[in-house]
């Protein structure tokens, strides 16, 4: 049966700016742990919410230190784009029962490039690491992945095509020429440069936030549009992404993008 290929409901590149008029300041909502919080566990992973996506070029140890004394405590940074927060690792297990104090800096800022706040909170460890189960293997492409991208990237046959019985497969001729199908999507997005930006690749393998792909499925604070740095419309057009796909994807990238 012969695979449809149309280009209508594909996404198309636009001029217009997805955050028009005063650049508005990146705010903290939530600090994990909370301020003044006692009994911390020692191997606490520091998570601060904001109310728009931070950008993770700025997520440092300068603009989110952690301190006990007069000593800077190192540690492993990220961005949870989906979540809207910025993550901070210690390399080692916190000391028990010794204050630290969390200091967030206004070069800590939003994808949009607006500044954020400056905020210092102090907190108390306990008595040790709070444990946990160890993590989940890291989800394939093939076996979790695929099957999100054959259901919402082959609609009017933008990137893959689908057939008169809803089989998804490949296109002759797919939008913006990115084939998603079973056969293509790897080699078509892991380590690829963007062809809608120089600066990022579609995705970059162990990090999640700086893959083009997570960003052009995240909807903009508001408007459900594109967030700032993307080019043409959020994809897919409609809905977003329920936020279990996104971090099915976001997981994907982040385990290392397996085939």
């Known amino acids: 049966m012969a695979l449809a290929v149309q280009a209508s409901g594909c996404s198309y590149p636009t001029g217009d700016s997805p955050y028009p008029g005063e650049c508005a300041p990146l705010h903290p909502l939530v600090f994990v742990p909370r301020p003044n919080m006692v009994a911390v566990a020692t191997d606490v992973e520091f998570r601060i919410t904001f109310d ?3 950008d993770p070029d700025t997520v440092r140890s300068s603009t989110l230190l952690l301190t006990t004394g007069y000593f800077w405590v190192p540690g492993n940074y990220g961005v949870d784009l989906i979540g809207r927060a910025a993550v901070m690792r210690p390399i080692r297990g916190l000391s028990a029962q010794l204050g630290y104090g969390l200091h967030l800096r206004p070069a800590l800022s939003s994808l949009a490039g607006c500044p ?3 905020q210092d909170l102090q907190f108390t460890t306990g008595d040790g690491p709070a444990g ?3 993590p ?6 093939a076996t979790d992945v695929q099957p999100i991208l054959d259901s919402h990237c082959g609609g009017g046959g933008c990137h893959l095509a689908v057939d008169d019985a809803g089989t998804p497969g490949c296109s002759d001729a ?3 020429a990115l084939s998603l199908c079973a056969a293509d999507a790897w080699d078509a997005l892991v380590g690829k440069q963007s062809g809608q930006t120089d600066k990022l690749r579609l995705v970059e393998q162990g990090d999640s936030s700086r893959s083009y792909l997570l960003r052009k499925l995240l909807p903009a604070k508001g408007s459900g549009g594109p967030i700032a740095g993307v080019t043409g419309q959020r994809e897919p057009p409609g809905d977003p992404l329920p936020e279990d796909q996104l971090r099915l994807i976001a997981a994907w990238i982040d385990g290392g993008a397996l085939r």
């Not at 989940?136 to 492409?141: A, D, E, N």
């Open 136 to 141: 989940p293997p890291p989800p394939s492409l």
């Open 52 to 54: 728009d996506y931070p």
């Open 174 to 176: 797919p939008a913006a």
């Open 116 to 118: 954020g706040t400056s």
């Open 132 to 134: 946990g189960p160890p």
